[in-house]
């Protein structure tokens, strides 16, 4: 089948537009994953053993399961049980609780890598634990998590085409029913092969500055 750049042009907008899907589910899924995965952190290291041992459980049972069987369970399954989410919001959902698993193993090392002196320094100070962690744990263990945070984000990124399967309109999902309207298939899933690679690429190169500027952590 030869390629037909009157084709492309006919059918950019409405990739165009998968792509900000795309991009919406990321950063939102990005975010939510941030504060789930500094909540896994914090109730882990929880003095209270019901709450770290319960929360362990979840993290480990989440990670441990497949990020599709997760937004199959969210869209199709909790309806259910009276809780209807509409298909990005579901989406959205599963990226954040799915990543935020992981990212929380990012915060832990962190918030381990900070020295033992600066705890007794905030004791010996007489701050409060809500001090101690805003003023001097977190700010001092986030810099260097930042570039394994943006892999994982990056990661997440390339894990949206699974969104189509709960009927979300993002990338792959717009390109398949272009293919299957008109029948022409190499034009439309190549271009999202092209829009991915040169959005990784540009997430790598940010990457790249982001541990250059905070310094690279092992992983």
């Not at 940010?206 to 092992?218: F, P, Q, S």
């Amino acid at each position: 089948m030869d390629w037909d750049w009157n084709f492309v042009w006919e059918i950019m907008p409405t990739l165009i537009q998968g792509v900000k899907i795309t991009i919406l589910a990321t950063l939102l899924g990005s975010v939510l994953a941030a504060i789930v995965g500094l909540g896994i952190a914090l109730a882990r290291r929880s003095p209270n053993k019901a709450l770290s041992r319960t929360v362990g459980f979840l993290a480990e049972f989440i990670r441990g399961t497949p990020l599709l069987v997760q937004l199959y369970f969210i869209f199709y399954v909790l309806p259910d049980f009276g809780i209807l989410l509409p298909p990005l919001v579901a989406g959205v959902i599963g990226l954040g609780l799915h990543y935020g698993t992981y990212t929380a193993e990012v915060y832990r090392a962190g918030i381990d890598n900070v020295p033992r002196g600066q705890w007794e320094a905030a004791k010996a100070c007489n701050l409060s634990a809500t001090q101690t962690w805003t003023n001097i744990i977190i700010p001092q263990a986030i810099p260097p998590m930042i570039p394994a945070l943006a892999n994982y984000f990056i990661a997440m990124f390339k894990e949206t085409p699974l969104l189509s399967a709960i009927t979300v309109l993002e990338l792959m999902n717009q390109a398949k029913s272009v293919a299957n309207t008109y029948y022409r298939y190499i034009e439309p899933i190549t271009l999202v092969g092209a829009f991915f690679l040169v959005i990784s690429l540009f997430s790598v190169v940010l990457l790249r500055w982001l541990e250059h500027r905070y310094g690279k952590i092992e992983r």
